[in-house]
């Protein structure tokens, strides 16, 4: 009851931030546009004439540079948001995150080898998420396989199998870096996580993976309630336990793949975000993910604007950016685990 009033006043804040934050991320970068050019830019469509300068050239930015890079930060940092919460009421641990099942490890595991076989300049803009996609689901399948036995998935032991094989890939990658050294900039630069790369093409395609998982999620909500009680309450209460593990997994990497197969890794947001939505609207899943999926969807927005805004004209990797914001908030919350304990 405490938490029902906190729910209604977070979600509108929530959309109010994402009112500021969308236009910002539109309007301000290594070069600030008028939010008033920006606005006609949009009004103008993607394939209007604008033969007046400098709108031609707003209009441009606009469409195809800032426009499909904002809607792909906010879709990856709500999947992510959401992916998150979802793998740390799986666990019932607050430092669960969805890269726990080596999904990161694995996509960048392919794109390393994307980049060092040139399956990137073979197959074009679709190569490098591709050859992600595919290490990153087959990561997880490996993951999954190791952890289950007779037909149940062990947590702790699919967590275990997840830092043992994300140990593995990392090795794996390493020792690419060592035997094909030239390609060592590329690699370091993908493996950082970025959106340079975010085209409306991208935009489709991740969309395509991430909306029906994150419905999957979202409907099994209930059901994850019960399972953050512990799994045996959840079957008292008539949870088909092993199934619904099974849906939040392979959904929850699915979503995690495609974000990840299109920007690499960027981390931190599944972690820190899930975690402060949950302190603040509470435990119950029906409200966490929603709340969670805006929450990402602004803080990713916003990081990634500080990346491309800090030192115009260069541009620093998001995902240096969420460790730098995020990694003294999860320093706080093992002080405080431990303080608790």
Not at 22 to 46: H, I, K, N, Q
Not at 60 to 82: D, N, S
Request: glycine share 12%.
């Amino acid at each position: 009851m405490k938490y029902r009033s906190r729910q209604g006043k977070l979600l509108a804040i929530l959309l109010f931030l994402s009112g500021v934050v969308l236009p910002l991320g539109l309007c301000l970068g290594s070069v600030r546009l008028p939010l008033g050019g920006v606005l006609r830019a949009l009004l103008s469509g993607p394939s209007a004439l604008i033969e007046t300068e400098p709108e031609s050239t707003w209009s441009t930015i606009v469409w195809t540079l800032r426009f499909p890079r904002v809607v792909q930060a906010f879709v990856e940092g709500a999947a992510l948001g959401i992916a998150g919460a979802v793998m740390q009421g799986l666990f019932r641990n607050p430092m669960a995150d969805p890269y726990v099942l080596g999904v990161s490890s694995g996509a960048s595991l392919g794109a390393v080898l994307g980049l060092v076989l040139g399956v990137g300049r073979a197959l074009g803009i679709w190569g490098l998420p591709a050859m992600a996609f595919s290490g990153a689901i087959l990561s997880t399948a490996f993951v999954y396989g190791l952890a289950t036995h007779r037909g149940r998935t062990d947590t702790w032991t699919l967590l275990l199998s997840g830092i043992a094989v994300s140990s593995l890939v990392s090795s794996a990658i390493a020792l690419l870096m060592v035997l094909f050294r030239e390609r060592v900039d590329e690699i370091v630069f993908w493996t950082l996580g970025g959106l340079t790369r975010a085209t409306w093409k991208s935009v489709g395609a991740s969309l395509v993976y991430t909306v029906p998982g994150l419905l999957v999620l979202w409907k099994s909500s209930r059901a994850l309630d019960a399972i953050s009680f512990g799994e045996e309450t959840a079957f008292h209460l008539g949870v088909p336990v092993q199934t619904v593990k099974r849906r939040l997994l392979w959904a929850g990497s699915l979503v995690t793949a495609a974000s990840v197969a299109f920007t690499g890794p960027i981390g931190f947001v599944g972690l820190i975000v899930p975690h402060a939505v949950r302190l603040a609207a509470g435990p119950r899943h029906g409200w966490l993910l929603p709340l969670s999926g805006l929450a990402g969807g602004n803080v990713l927005v916003l990081s990634d604007l500080l990346a491309r805004s800090a030192v115009p004209p260069r541009e620093i990797p998001v995902g240096v950016v969420t460790a730098l914001l995020g990694a003294p908030f999860f320093l706080r919350l093992l002080f405080r685990a431990r303080r608790d304990a």
